[in-house]
């Protein structure tokens, strides 16, 4: 499995290469580069297609240390330049889409376009803080229960995602330290809502209008503030809108990255 030393980081990363043009998928919280797997079939053909995991996640080693999305932002950005790519188009779900966003105001010459998967440019609710920070510090102490395990399932993947008992057992193999670091990045996180004007690459917005983890008024203000950006609403999709209804959201992602290439 290919991993690239970045910033103190182990990066476990997946890259079809090829010289199509790039474009770099980044994950939620909780969730691996697995979960663009519907997109990488559909896309490696055509394109150079990268995906990665996060600080803190899947086989990318533990988050040993405080860090925040720029960090995050700066990780992808040297795993670029690992792959001698000077430009892509980011693609980032919730977390990824922090990320990713954060990434086109640092390093605006890396990103060609932006699709932004259930995500926003907002910190977290004040009113939802408390409930996580209670799911989090039960998790820690006292490991995943099926319960909680549940909860988190309906809050990500919705309900009746045919595949969510392999995502809760990697859940449930989260490290207690680990676990309480990357919560505290998503919780901790700044609001560049006020910023979204200097971001001036085309972006595809995507969002589920069933997404219990963030509002769909979040990602049409988002859509919004962003200078060349489309909305596009998943109908029935939860917070994992890609995951779940890859047949709704790959085509426009094709339609999207298609528009790029046209002269």
Do not use: C
């Not at 290469?17 to 474009?23: R, V, W």
């Not at 990357?182 to 690459?201: C, N, P, Q, W, Y």
């Not at 997404?211 to 999709?237: F, K, N, S, T, Y």
């Amino acid at each position: 499995m290919p991993y690239a030393a970045i910033n103190g980081q182990q990066l476990h990363y997946l890259d079809t290469g090829g010289a199509g043009p790039a474009i770099v998928f980044s994950h939620g919280l909780l969730m691996d580069h697995a979960m663009f797997a519907p997109q990488i079939k559909a896309l490696r053909d055509h394109y150079r297609v990268i995906a990665w995991d996060e600080r803190g996640h899947g086989l990318t080693n533990d988050a040993g240390a405080p860090f925040s999305y720029y960090d995050s932002a700066d990780d992808l950005v040297g795993l670029l330049d690992h792959l001698g790519v000077a430009r892509a188009v980011f693609a980032g779900m919730s977390q990824g889409g922090y990320l990713s966003l954060r990434a086109a105001l640092r390093h605006p010459q890396r990103v060609r376009a932006l699709i932004l998967i259930d995500t926003q440019a907002r910190p977290e609710a004040a009113e939802t803080l408390p409930m996580y920070e209670q799911m989090i510090g039960t998790w820690v102490a006292q490991g995943l229960s099926d319960e909680m395990a549940t909860t988190i399932e309906h809050i990500i993947l919705g309900a009746g995602y045919a595949r969510a008992p392999a995502w809760k057992e990697k859940w449930k193999a989260q490290r207690p330290a680990n676990l309480a670091q990357i919560f505290h990045t998503l919780a901790s996180r700044d609001d560049i809502s006020d910023e979204l004007g200097r971001i001036a690459v085309p972006a595809l917005v995507i969002h589920g209008d069933a997404d219990a983890a963030i509002p769909l008024a979040h990602a049409q203000e988002m859509a919004q503030a962003l200078p060349q950006a489309r909305l596009e609403v998943i109908a029935g999709a939860g917070h994992a809108s890609n995951l779940t209804h890859p047949e709704q959201v790959t085509p426009l992602i094709e339609a999207f990255l298609a528009g790029l290439e046209a002269p």
